[in-house]
T-cell receptor, first 115, second 112 residues
């Protein structure tokens, strides 16, 4: 299994500012992902964090708005840029340990409120 | 059609009841399947993997039907503590890696 530490756990931010969320995994992982979960909704994949290269973004998400870094196998950051109230959501980091049938592990999430 | 579809519920059942959730997926190349549980304001956690032969873990039974592309979860003798949202999860091959896709979740409320 894997333990994923995500921080901050919550934040209240002014519109127009940016917030960087950090994700640290205690195991050697293959894949790391970032999700968004809006109130009452399921998880939506934002992007796959690729080690040492640009993240792979899902439709509707762009690098300028959600820049992602993954400098090594066990650490990744997601920045929510130029925030607006519509960005208020829970952001979750996830990782899988192996290819194929591996389950996904999750960080505790970052509850973001933009005012 | 969504990649993974679930009945959002809510399912309100009395304690001790048996409840079943279904989930359908659209990609016939999907390789692995899971049920996750998410409690309110918490991150999702793995409940069980779903294997072609079906698998059971205590009161929980998961089934996979590849021909019809659906997955089921059966909960017997429901407990109050089973109240949560149950997420169907499918791993699809995508560009050399596994893409994890979540269903919208089915909310279960077990009533005393």
């Amino acid at each position: 299994s894997a333990v994923i530490s995500q921080k901050p756990s919550r934040d209240i931010c002014q519109r127009g500012t940016s917030l960087t969320i950090q994700c640290q995994v205690d195991s050697q992982v293959t894949m790391m992902f970032w999700y968004r979960q809006q109130p009452g909704q399921s998880l939506t994949l934002i992007a796959t964090a690729n080690q040492g290269s640009e993240a792979t973004y899902e439709s509707g998400f762009v690098i300028d708005k959600f820049p992602i870094s993954r400098p090594n196998l066990t650490f990744s950051t997601l920045t929510v840029s130029n925030m607006s109230p519509e960005d208020s959501s829970i952001y979750l980091c996830s990782a899988t340990l192996a290819r194929g049938r591996s389950e996904a592990f999750f960080g505790q999430g970052t509850r973001l409120t933009v005012v | 059609r969504k990649e993974v579809e679930q009945d959002p519920g809510p399912f309100n059942v009395p304690e001790g009841a048996t409840v079943a959730f279904n989930c359908t997926y659209s990609n016939s190349a999907s390789q692995s399947f899971f049920w996750y549980r998410q409690d309110c304001r918490k991150e999702p956690k793995l409940l069980m993997s779903v294997y072609s032969s079906g698998n059971e873990d205590g009161r929980f039974t998961a089934q996979l039907n590849r021909a019809s592309q659906y997955i089921s979860l059966l909960i017997r003798d429901s407990k109050l503590s089973d109240s949560a949202t149950y997420l169907c999860v499918v791993n699809n091959p995508s560009g050399g890696y596994q893409k994890v896709t979540f269903g919208t979740g089915t909310k279960l409320q077990v009533i005393p």
